[in-house]
C-alpha cells in the first residue's frame, strides 16, 4: 500500500444507534484501493450493519464517511447527555452517484424478482446511462455561453449496446449465458448468488461490499460463490466482505477487522490475526469458530 | 409528511368505519345537496370516495409484501427511490394486489344496489317497480331476472381479473416450457432490437 495515495473510504468515529440500541460505537476504518478486507466477529456486532452504513443503506447516528477525498457524510457525536442531532437526509443525486460506485451484495441475493437474469444486469446500467444522458443534455441546453461542454453524450443505442455486450459478457463469464432469458425464482441459490454479484459488477463499481455471500446457500452451492468472489479479488478489485467462512479470509484478505461490541477490537493481515491474535475476544471467538 | 398522513388517517378511518349508505345520505344531504346536482354523480363521487379507501388499504398491504431486499437492492445499485418503486417494487406488488382489489371491483357492483335510497333507477330498483302489485310473489320473477344480470356482469368481471391475473404470473416458482421459450423470444427479440438499434446510429454518424 502506498501512503501517497489517500484512502478510497474514509470512515472516522462511526456511530450507528437502534432506538437504544447502540449497534456501533466509533468505528474508525480506512480502506486503500485494492485492499480486500474481511471482517469477522461473532452474531449481533455489528457487521452488517457497518457494511450497510459504508453505502448509506443505514443512515449513520454520528462520524464522517469520505469516499475518495468527497466527504459524503458527516454528522458530529453529541456531547454526553446531550441529545444526538438529527442528521439531514444527503441529498438524493450525491447520495445514488455515491452507491453507484459501491456494489453491494446480499445475504438473500435480492434479484429483482419481476425480471429476468438479464434484465436484472443491464436494468441499472441502461437506466442510469439514460438519466446521466438527460442530464448532460440539460446541462449542454441550459449551460451558460462560453462553457464549453466536451463530453460526448451518448445515444440511448450506445448505452443499450454497451449494456448488452456487457451483461451478455458477464453472463459468459459466469457461464450462466443459457440462463439469460430465467426468471430467478427458477434458479438455485449459488446461480443466484453469481448473478447478484455480476448485477453489481455491471456498473463498474470501485469497491465491492459483500454481506455474508454464502450464509444463505446449501454447502454445495458455496465453493462457486467463493471462487467467482476470488477471481474479482485476483482481478484487483476492492472489497469488504462480512464472513463466517474463516478459511476463505485467511487466503484472501489482505486485512482482517475483528469487530465485537460495535468496534473493531483487532486488525491486521490475516497471519496475524488468525496466528498470533492478541485480543482476548478474539482469541475467544476463534477457539469456538474453529472449534 | 405528518400533514398528508394525518389526513390520509382520517380520511381511511371515517370511510372503513361508517356504512356506504350513510355516506351516500350524508353526500346527498349536506355536502353535495346543491340544487340541481345530477343524483347520478352524487353516488358516483360517494361509490368512489368509498371505494378509494378499501383499495387503498389493499395497495398498501400489496407494496408492504414485497421484500424490503429488492428496493435495497435498486437502492445499492444507485437507482433513485422513485424508479426503484415504479419499476420493481409496484409490478411486484401488483400481483399481489390483484386479487383484493377484483373482490372490490365485484362488491362495489352489487353495492351500488342501495342507490334506490336516493330514488335513482338501477337495476334493483326497476326490479322492484316491475314487481310492485298486492302480492309478494309477484316480485320473485323480475327480482330473479336482476339476479342474473348481476351474476352475468359478476361472472364477466371474475373472467377478466383471472385473465389479468395470469398476465402477472410470469415469473411464478414453476415455469413451464412453453413460457420459458416465450420468455426467451422476447428476451432474443429485445437484444435484435438493441442491435438493429445501435447499427442504424452507428449508419447515421458515419453519414
Ligand atoms: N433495522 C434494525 N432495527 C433495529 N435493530 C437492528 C436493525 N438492524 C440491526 N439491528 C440490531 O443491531 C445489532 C447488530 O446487528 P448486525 O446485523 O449488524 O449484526 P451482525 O454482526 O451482522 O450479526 P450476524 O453475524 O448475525 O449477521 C443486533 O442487535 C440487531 O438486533
Ligand atoms: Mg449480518
Redesign the pocket.
Known sequence: MSEKHESMIEVTDLYKN??H?Q?LRGVDVSIHSGEKIAVI??????????L?CLNLL?QPTAGTICFEGEEIFSVPLAEEGAKQRRPQPIPSRKLNAYRQQMGMVF?HFNLFNNLTVLENIMFAPIKLGKQAMHRAKRRQFFGKKGEVDTEEIKSVAQIEKEAKDQALSLLERIGLADKASAYPSTLSGGQRQRIAIVRALAMNPKVMLF??PT?ALDPEMVGEVLALIKELADDGMTMVI?T?EMGFAREVATRVLF?DG?KIQEEGPPEKVFGAPENARLRDFLSKVLQ | MVVPNFICDVYLTVIRGTPVAVQLFIMYSAILAIRGFPLELTAVLTFGINSGAYVAESLRGGLQSVDIGQTEAARSLGLGEGQAMLHIVIPQAIKSVIPAIGNELIALLKETSIVCMLGITDLTYAAQIIGAGNKMATYLAPMIVAALFYLAVVYLLVLIIRFIEKKFKQSEQHIDEKKMEKSRRRMEKRLQMIDERYEKFMAQKET
Do not use: A, C, I, L
Open positions: 437502534f432506538g440500541n449497534v466477529g461473532p452474531s449481533g456486532s455489528g457487521k452488517s450493519t457497518f450497510r443505514e445475504q454481506d455474508e450464509s462480512v463466517h469487530m460495535g
